[in-house]
């Protein structure tokens, strides 16, 4: 797998602090928690707001599955999908405004939010191959910063250093309204089913589990408005930098 980004190979979310801060096109912002708690929407308004990148992991992991399903492994088979993590070719866009995603240089970012690998996508990144993988391409991207990238295990593994981590919540029925509701509809109920059984195998797999990280700062977004949450985003990141 590769991708267009450059960069050190260790661990990014470490620039060399100036003064004991890090400057807005170095910082590192990790957004890390459960299905439908606000992710991507946070992350895109926030490096919106600041013209900062933008990365968006559960995309990756999900292209993978893609690439899975469509070369016929069998998902639920860890030592199958580990045989062949190292094929597939994940490149993903940087632009908040239009975050793309291609696998094999074909554009999966709308087949990616199927149900289809939306049910295999969980198994897919319990493999620590598929991590592995993504590991290097993730800290690849990230570069020297100057990015908000979210997913499950940003500020716990992929960027420990990030100089603002944040960790976002939602009760599970506001989860389940706000993905049917982006979904056109359906069951609250089914949709609240499916997060739990995503949320309880991406928190209990060995490898990377969806965890707050330390000093990450938790936001419950329950009762918060999308832009309240920007906003209180954009707050920490200012009062970390220059
Ligand atoms: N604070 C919020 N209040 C209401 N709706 C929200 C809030 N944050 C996100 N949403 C909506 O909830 C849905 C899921 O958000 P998303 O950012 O995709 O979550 P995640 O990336 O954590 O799965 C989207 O339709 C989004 O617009
Ligand atoms: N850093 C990450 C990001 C996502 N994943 C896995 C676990 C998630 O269930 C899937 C899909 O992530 P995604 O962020 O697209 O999921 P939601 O949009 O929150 O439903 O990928 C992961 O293991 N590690």
Redesign the pocket.
């Known amino acids: 797998m590769s991708s267009t980004g450059v960069g050190p190979t260790g661990a990014p979310g470490t620039p060399t602090p100036v003064g004991g801060t890090t400057a807005l096109d170095t910082v590192v912002v990790a957004l890390d ?10 992350a895109r308004g926030v490096a919106r707001a600041l013209g900062l990148r933008y990365l968006d992991t ?1 995309a990756q992991f999900r292209a993978v599955t893609q690439w899975m399903l469509d070369h016929d492994v069998a998902v639920e088979d860890p030592d199958a999908v580990a045989a062949r993590a190292g094929e597939p070719l994940v490149e993903s866009g940087e632009d908040p405004e239009d975050p793309t995603i291609t696998v094999d240089g074909v554009d999966v970012s709308q087949a990616i939010r199927g149900a289809d690998v939306t049910g295999a996508v969980s198994a897919v990144s319990a493999v620590g191959a598929v991590r592995e993988q993504l590991l290097e391409l993730q800290r690849r991207i990230i570069g020297r910063g100057g990015i908000v990238v ?1 997913g499950r295990d940003i500020g716990s593994v992929v960027a420990p250093g990030a100089a603002v981590k944040v960790y ?1 919540t ?1 009760d599970t029925a ?1 989860r389940a309204e ?2 049917a ?2 979904n056109g509809g359906g069951s609250i109920d089914d949709t609240a089913a499916g997060l739990l059984r995503r949320d309880s195998v991406d928190s209990g797999r060995e490898s990377a589990p969806l965890v707050a990280a330390e000093g990450a700062v938790h936001i419950d ?1 329950t009762s ?3 832009d ?2 920007v906003a209180q985003v954009v707050d920490l990141v200012r009062a970390a930098v220059d």
Do not use: M, W
């Open positions: 928690g459960p299905s439908g708690s606000g992710k991507s929407s946070t559960g979210e976002l939602a506001a706000r993905r509701a982006e977004t918060f408005t999308l309240e949450v």
